[in-house]
């Protein structure tokens, strides 16, 4: 048996950025003839739904709700790059015979040509609706599309014009394959049927159908005699082309059928199932071989590589699974169970940095060194929002129905605020007193918002300010204290008096839901993100709206205000493969700088916090890790990350802070999740340990003055 290998999935951090210099780290040591790039072991987020490999087995694709496309080294488990473009799940992927081109299909109504070299997106076709399945003719020439219209869609693979649309299933259409010598296109539909049309006239040439369920994969054997297709009544059946009859029937799994593939040699069916198994068939008799069991959720899509040895398997366990296809041995898993970060805050004299995660968990930095200083355990979902007191005492965090109280100085648990309802957005008074909760409102008929302020020492409730009409989603103090300022979804920001509960004025006309409020040091404006991919300043005195930022990317905007005041930071995002942050000059209304991230789906509305000193912004992303940006140029000067364990559900113990450049200070244990690369070459970290493991060059990096 081989001896199973874990490896888990990569991701890189793609930066770009407008209108700045760089900027390195001065470091006068020598440099390998080819500088190293550290690549960490990070996993796909969400469901894994598809796999194929390169025609001469060198490489294996991944692709994942996770809206990526992911290349590994078969020979190291080592990736080789991240393809990002898609805005939503990818459902397919597959090679191109000569192996230089990747297509894939997604939810996004686009089918997309990779250069599989570089990574480059050469092409993106948009369909009228969202494409299922993708693949290549035997000569390279076309590429089929199935989709959730109905019709399967043949493109000229070299210019992505459409040649032919093939019309006549009454269902969606969930699969496509071609037949070996290309002639045939099979197609396979939740109407329960496989259709096979001819390649040159688009004219249907036989209809297979029978008792079955509806079609989710289809297969042609490397003869092109005979076919199998997965179905959702639990069977795996091999038809005989010509004749259109079946030739056996596949009973054995527990729940339906995602997908089927034929070995190289044609001698074996590999099914993947609802129930979590792989099974392998005889694909003369239909006899069952093996199950393959390992999987902890269904498995999406198999392949054999091409000398036939191995199969992979994509799950919506998050993993890649390798097997011995002779033996049903698993050989290796590629996995990383990774939850993103989703809300961060500086301590007030910017010594500590607090994350919440999607993992439940409240994590403690040190902002200076990048080392992590404690976990917090405690709250039972999503933590949605961290903000510390005045003093740095105190940190709150906020899940969806509690508010937790940490003592920062040993991590100790104070108290919980529980609500009936949804928390959205904490902030503390300037003296630390008082705790204000933006919330959903308990009753019946249309929703309504409020403000919960409650009495930081004791946990009881002060006062509530009602009058919201939909969902409050953001609350911030006036630095004086004597103003609450609350948002939410009815698009009107309301201005209360934080002793006496009065509401002071209504700024209305925002055009947008409100998602965050910041006031500016001074007290005498107000940055308000939205829903519109506006961030609008308002005049507090007089309720004027002062300046309108527009332009960009995305729909959900945040905001905060520098510590100075002059510059106001702005994220956009909206469950997109990139997250846009934008530094606008307050005086002017200039903008000074766009950083734009390509780091996967995004799930967090907490907008990103400034150093107490204003010289780092530091913006929470999906994949483990917090980024510090240079709040003059916008460089990006580190990553702080939490790794991945090796079990879903398993709280992360290892991490890693590291410059662009590689420099890095980390757990003691986080070697097994950093390698470094050299063209496709993988080196464990230890090859690199001693230059790169500096972490008086991340304090630098973290020193709040710019380099």
């Given at each position: 048996m081989t001896p199973m290998r874990?490896?888990?999935?990569?991701?890189?951090?793609v930066w770009s950025i407008a209108g700045s210099p760089p900027l390195l780290a001065q470091d006068s040591s020598p440099l390998p003839a080819?500088?190293?790039?550290?690549?960490?072991?990070?996993?796909?987020?969400r469901d894994v739904t598809s796999v194929a490999f390169s025609p001469d087995g060198k490489t294996l694709a991944s692709a994942g709700n996770d809206d990526t496309i992911r290349l590994w080294d078969t020979a190291s488990g080592g990736l080789k790059r991240v393809l990002y473009g898609h805005r939503d799940g990818v459902t397919s992927v597959t090679f191109a015979p000569d192996g230089r081109t990747l297509v894939s299909a997604s939810w996004d109504h686009t089918v997309r040509w990779w250069d599989a070299a570089t990574g480059a997106l050469r092409r993106t076709v948009v369909h009228s609706d969202e494409v299922f399945s993708v693949a290549f003719s035997s000569d390279g020439r076309l590429v089929a599309g199935a989709s959730k219209d109905g019709t399967v869609r043949l493109?000229?693979?070299?210019?992505?014009?459409?040649?032919?649309t093939?019309?006549?299933?009454?269902?969606?259409?969930?699969?496509?394959?071609?037949?070996?010598?290309?002639?045939?296109?099979?197609?396979?539909?939740?109407?329960?049927?496989?259709?096979?049309?001819?390649?040159?006239?688009?004219?249907?040439?036989?209809?297979?159908?029978g008792d079955t369920g509806a079609v989710e994969s289809v297969s042609f054997a490397p003869d092109g005699r005979t076919l199998a297709s997965g179905h959702w009544d639990r069977t795996v059946r091999v038809w005989d082309i010509r004749a259109g009859s079946v030739r056996w029937t596949g009973r054995g799994h527990s729940k339906r059928i995602f997908f089927v593939a034929f070995s190289p040699d044609g001698k074996t069916v590999a099914s993947g199932s609802d129930d979590a198994t792989v099974r392998l068939w005889d694909a003369r008799t239909g006899r069952e071989r093996t199950t393959l069991s390992g999987h902890k959720k269904h498995v999406e899509a198999v392949a054999f590589s091409p000398d036939g040895r191995r199969l992979a398997s994509a799950s919506w366990d998050h993993t890649v699974k390798i097997w011995n296809a002779q033996t049903g041995a698993q050989q290796?898993?590629?996995?990383?169970?990774?939850?993103?970060?989703?809300?961060?805050?500086?301590?007030?004299?910017?010594?500590?940095?607090?994350?919440?995660?999607?993992?439940?968990?409240?994590?403690?930095?040190?902002?200076?060194?990048?080392?992590?200083?404690?976990?917090?355990?405690?709250?039972?979902?999503?933590?949605?929002?961290?903000?510390?007191?005045?003093?740095?005492?105190?940190?709150?965090?906020?899940?969806?129905?509690?508010?937790?109280?940490?003592?920062?100085?040993?991590?100790?648990?104070?108290?919980t605020i529980r609500h009936d309802t949804p928390v959205w957005s904490v902030a503390f008074s300037p003296d630390g007193k008082i705790l204000a909760t933006a919330v959903s409102e308990a009753g019946s008929g249309e929703p309504r918002g409020a403000v919960h302020m409650w009495d930081v020492a004791t946990g009881t409730l002060q006062r509530t300010l009602t009058g919201h009409r939909a969902d409050a989603l953001a609350v911030a103090f006036s630095p004086d204290g004597k103003v609450v300022a609350s948002g939410g979804f009815n698009s009107v920001i309301r201005l209360w008096d934080a002793d006496t509960g009065a509401l002071q004025r209504r700024l209305a006309g925002y055009g947008g839901g409100v998602t965050s409020l910041a006031f500016s040091p001074d007290g005498k404006l107000l940055a308000a993100g939205s829903l519109t991919s506006t961030v609008r300043l308002w005049d507090v005195e007089t309720g004027t709206l002062r300046r309108s930022w527009t332009g960009h990317r995305y729909p959900l905007t945040v905001a905060a205000f520098s510590p100075d005041g002059k510059t106001v930071a702005s994220e956009s995002f909206f469950f997109e493969p990139s997250r846009e942050l934008r530094l606008w000059d307050v005086e002017d209304g200039t903008l000074r700088w766009t950083v734009t991230r390509r780091v996967g789906l995004i799930s967090s509305v907490a907008p990103a916090a400034f150093s107490p000193d204003g010289a780092m912004i530091a913006s929470p992303a999906e994949d483990n890790t917090v980024n510090l940006v240079d709040a003059r140029s916008g460089r990006l000067r580190a990553s702080l990350t939490i790794l991945p364990t090796r079990t879903e559900g398993e709280t992360s113990t290892e991490w890693i802070s590291f410059t662009p450049e590689g420099y890095y200070v980390s757990s003691a244990h986080a070697g097994r999740f950093i390698r470094w690369r050299i063209g496709d070459k993988f080196f464990p970290l230890g090859v690199y340990e001693q230059r790169f493991h500096r972490p008086d060059l991340l304090q630098k990096a973290l020193r709040h003055s710019v380099w």
């Amino acid at each position: 048996m081989t001896p199973m290998r874990t490896f888990s999935v990569v991701t890189l951090f793609v930066w770009s950025i407008a209108g700045s210099p760089p900027l390195l780290a001065q470091d006068s040591s020598p440099l390998p003839a080819t500088r190293p790039e550290l690549i960490l072991q990070i996993g796909h987020n969400r469901d894994v739904t598809s796999v194929a490999f390169s025609p001469d087995g060198k490489t294996l694709a991944s692709a994942g709700n996770d809206d990526t496309i992911r290349l590994w080294d078969t020979a190291s488990g080592g990736l080789k790059r991240v393809l990002y473009g898609h805005r939503d799940g990818v459902t397919s992927v597959t090679f191109a015979p000569d192996g230089r081109t990747l297509v894939s299909a997604s939810w996004d109504h686009t089918v997309r040509w990779w250069d599989a070299a570089t990574g480059a997106l050469r092409r993106t076709v948009v369909h009228s609706d969202e494409v299922f399945s993708v693949a290549f003719s035997s000569d390279g020439r076309l590429v089929a599309g199935a989709s959730k219209d109905g019709t399967v869609r043949l493109w000229d693979a070299r210019t992505g014009a459409l040649k032919r649309t093939l019309v006549g299933h009454k269902g969606w259409v969930t699969s496509v394959a071609f037949s070996p010598d290309g002639a045939i296109v099979a197609s396979g539909s939740l109407d329960k049927t496989v259709r096979l049309w001819h390649r040159q006239t688009g004219t249907l040439h036989r209809t297979l159908k029978g008792d079955t369920g509806a079609v989710e994969s289809v297969s042609f054997a490397p003869d092109g005699r005979t076919l199998a297709s997965g179905h959702w009544d639990r069977t795996v059946r091999v038809w005989d082309i010509r004749a259109g009859s079946v030739r056996w029937t596949g009973r054995g799994h527990s729940k339906r059928i995602f997908f089927v593939a034929f070995s190289p040699d044609g001698k074996t069916v590999a099914s993947g199932s609802d129930d979590a198994t792989v099974r392998l068939w005889d694909a003369r008799t239909g006899r069952e071989r093996t199950t393959l069991s390992g999987h902890k959720k269904h498995v999406e899509a198999v392949a054999f590589s091409p000398d036939g040895r191995r199969l992979a398997s994509a799950s919506w366990d998050h993993t890649v699974k390798i097997w011995n296809a002779q033996t049903g041995a698993q050989q290796e898993t590629l996995a990383g169970y990774s939850t993103p970060v989703s809300s961060v805050a500086f301590s007030r004299d910017g010594g500590m940095l607090a994350t919440g995660g999607m993992d439940a968990t409240v994590r403690l930095w040190n902002a200076q060194t990048g080392t992590l200083l404690r976990t917090l355990k405690g709250h039972r979902a999503d933590v949605t929002s961290v903000v510390f007191s005045p003093d740095g005492g105190i940190l709150a965090s906020v899940s969806i129905d509690m508010v937790v109280l940490w003592e920062t100085a040993t991590g100790r648990y104070q108290r919980t605020i529980r609500h009936d309802t949804p928390v959205w957005s904490v902030a503390f008074s300037p003296d630390g007193k008082i705790l204000a909760t933006a919330v959903s409102e308990a009753g019946s008929g249309e929703p309504r918002g409020a403000v919960h302020m409650w009495d930081v020492a004791t946990g009881t409730l002060q006062r509530t300010l009602t009058g919201h009409r939909a969902d409050a989603l953001a609350v911030a103090f006036s630095p004086d204290g004597k103003v609450v300022a609350s948002g939410g979804f009815n698009s009107v920001i309301r201005l209360w008096d934080a002793d006496t509960g009065a509401l002071q004025r209504r700024l209305a006309g925002y055009g947008g839901g409100v998602t965050s409020l910041a006031f500016s040091p001074d007290g005498k404006l107000l940055a308000a993100g939205s829903l519109t991919s506006t961030v609008r300043l308002w005049d507090v005195e007089t309720g004027t709206l002062r300046r309108s930022w527009t332009g960009h990317r995305y729909p959900l905007t945040v905001a905060a205000f520098s510590p100075d005041g002059k510059t106001v930071a702005s994220e956009s995002f909206f469950f997109e493969p990139s997250r846009e942050l934008r530094l606008w000059d307050v005086e002017d209304g200039t903008l000074r700088w766009t950083v734009t991230r390509r780091v996967g789906l995004i799930s967090s509305v907490a907008p990103a916090a400034f150093s107490p000193d204003g010289a780092m912004i530091a913006s929470p992303a999906e994949d483990n890790t917090v980024n510090l940006v240079d709040a003059r140029s916008g460089r990006l000067r580190a990553s702080l990350t939490i790794l991945p364990t090796r079990t879903e559900g398993e709280t992360s113990t290892e991490w890693i802070s590291f410059t662009p450049e590689g420099y890095y200070v980390s757990s003691a244990h986080a070697g097994r999740f950093i390698r470094w690369r050299i063209g496709d070459k993988f080196f464990p970290l230890g090859v690199y340990e001693q230059r790169f493991h500096r972490p008086d060059l991340l304090q630098k990096a973290l020193r709040h003055s710019v380099w």
